[in-house]
């Protein structure tokens, strides 16, 4: 079993990164050969801050790392060191029909009003995405509901490849079930995704954040005036509760029914302090490794070379059959 997974080095990791991804990756790499990447060259279909760009390469890797991603069992890197991912991108654009992105629905959110003016980076990037994971002949890939519709297209990709070159070139990767990433939402709003774009910091919980300011948030998040109820069916109407009951089974690897067996019956006014408590437990060791990570620019590049070298290692058999299956002659 071989993952491949990657994340955008966006900057202010919040709890939502930590729980709905990075908690799964360290999991992951117990089971399975991983490979994890920075996707900076998906950063780049639209506009960047150069230096803005390098620093949250750093700070992913920092967070990773910090997190329980062990670069001795994983190979952690980011794509601009591996050029072997753009070399397939071509030659898989050159193989992909256009219908296939216009389905796409991730650049029509994207893009909005503004397709016109958008990067055709923006468009092709699911191919990239696509050869992403099948340049390492991936047999596994962890997708969110977001994110089906891109494996979806990178089998299709590989097949039609496949058959086209009436060669078995690529492998066809399997989603990857596990356990249940969590899906946090909002602290001030249980109907919205907790994002770093929220222009309230109340909103989310940064990996940043001291206890205190843990602790203040979460007493601050939106809750209604009714007890936990015994039965999670019951809180199908109360979206923030049903979020900061989440939060809680997904920082105690438990299930959501099994922190109401445990707390039904109280009203937020216990259940709060008991979730600021259990957070400050389970954040404050990965803050304070991530602070300490973060200064240590010389280790961060050293675990991305390394990373780097041994991605390419694995890259370069699938590009070098791919090149042979379309007949491009290369020494």
Same mark, same amino acid.
């Given at each position: 079993?071989?993952?491949?997974?990657?994340?955008?080095?966006?900057?202010?990791?919040?709890?939502?990164?930590?729980?709905?991804?990075?908690?799964?990756?360290?999991?992951?790499?117990?089971?399975?050969?991983?490979?994890?990447?920075?996707?900076?060259?998906?950063?780049?279909?639209?506009?960047?801050?150069?230096?803005?760009?390098?620093?949250?390469?750093?700070?992913?890797?920092?967070?990773?790392?910090? /997190?329980?991603?062990?670069?001795?069992?994983?190979?952690?890197?980011?794509?601009?060191?591996?050029?072997?991912?753009?070399?397939?991108?071509?030659?898989?654009?050159?193989?992909?029909?256009?219908?296939?992105?216009?389905?796409?629905?991730?650049?029509?959110?994207?893009?909005?009003?503004?397709?016109?003016?958008?990067?055709?980076?923006?468009?092709?990037?699911?191919?990239?995405?696509?050869?992403?994971?099948?340049?390492?002949?991936?047999?596994?890939?962890?997708?969110?509901?977001?994110?089906?519709?891109?494996?979806?297209?990178?089998?299709?990709?590989?097949?039609?490849?496949?058959?086209?070159?009436?060669?078995?070139?690529?492998?066809?990767?399997?989603?990857?079930?596990?356990?249940?990433?969590?899906?946090?939402?909002?602290?001030?709003?249980?109907?919205?995704?907790?994002?770093?774009?929220?222009?309230?910091?109340?909103?989310?919980?940064?990996?940043?954040?001291?206890?205190?300011?843990?602790?203040?948030?979460?007493?601050?998040?939106?809750?209604? /005036?009714?007890?936990?109820?015994?039965?999670?069916?019951?809180?199908?109407?109360? /979206?923030?509760?049903?979020?900061?009951?989440?939060?809680?089974?997904?920082?105690?690897?438990?299930?959501?029914?099994?922190?109401?067996?445990?707390?039904?019956?109280?009203?937020?006014?216990?259940?709060?302090?008991?979730?600021?408590?259990?957070?400050?437990?389970?954040?404050?060791?990965?803050?304070?490794?991530?602070?300490?990570?973060?200064?240590?620019?010389?280790?961060?590049?050293?675990?991305?070379?390394?990373?780097?070298?041994?991605?390419?290692?694995?890259?370069?058999?699938?590009?070098?059959?791919?090149?042979?299956?379309?007949?491009?002659?290369?020494?």
């Amino acid at each position: 079993m071989r993952t491949v997974s990657g994340i955008q080095p966006t900057g202010n990791l919040h709890l939502g990164n930590y729980l709905g991804a990075i908690k799964n990756w360290v999991k992951l790499q117990e089971e399975s050969e991983c490979l994890f990447f920075l996707a900076d060259l998906h950063a780049i279909t639209v506009p960047n801050d150069p230096a803005e760009l390098s620093d949250n390469c750093r700070n992913m890797v920092a967070a990773l790392v910090a /997190a329980g991603v062990d670069t001795k069992k994983s190979i952690l890197f980011n794509q601009a060191r591996v050029p072997q991912h753009a070399e397939l991108a071509w030659m898989l654009i050159c193989n992909t029909p256009m219908g296939w992105l216009d389905r796409m629905t991730q650049f029509k959110e994207k893009s909005g009003k503004h397709k016109q003016r958008s990067s055709l980076g923006l468009y092709g990037y699911p191919v990239l995405q696509a050869a992403d994971v099948l340049i390492y002949q991936a047999t596994h890939v962890p997708v969110g509901e977001d994110q089906k519709q891109h494996l979806e297209l990178a089998r299709d990709i590989a097949a039609k490849f496949n058959n086209d070159t009436g060669q078995e070139v690529f492998t066809l990767p399997e989603p990857y079930i596990g356990a249940t990433a969590a899906r946090i939402m909002s602290l001030r709003d249980g109907a919205a995704k907790m994002s770093k774009s929220d222009p309230s910091d109340l909103s989310r919980i940064n990996m940043t954040d001291d206890d205190d300011t843990i602790a203040k948030k979460i007493k601050k998040a939106r809750t209604d /005036a009714d007890p936990l109820p015994g039965k999670l069916e019951d809180m199908e109407a109360r /979206a923030e509760a049903t979020n900061l009951v989440g939060i809680y089974a997904a920082l105690e690897d438990s299930s959501p029914q099994a922190v109401l067996d445990q707390h039904a019956g109280q009203g937020f006014g216990a259940f709060k302090p008991a979730l600021a408590d259990l957070a400050v437990s389970k954040l404050s060791p990965i803050r304070d490794r991530y602070e300490e990570l973060r200064e240590d620019k010389s280790t961060i590049d050293a675990i991305l070379r390394d990373g780097a070298e041994r991605a390419q290692a694995l890259a370069q058999p699938t590009v070098d059959k791919t090149y042979a299956a379309l007949g491009l002659l290369r020494d």
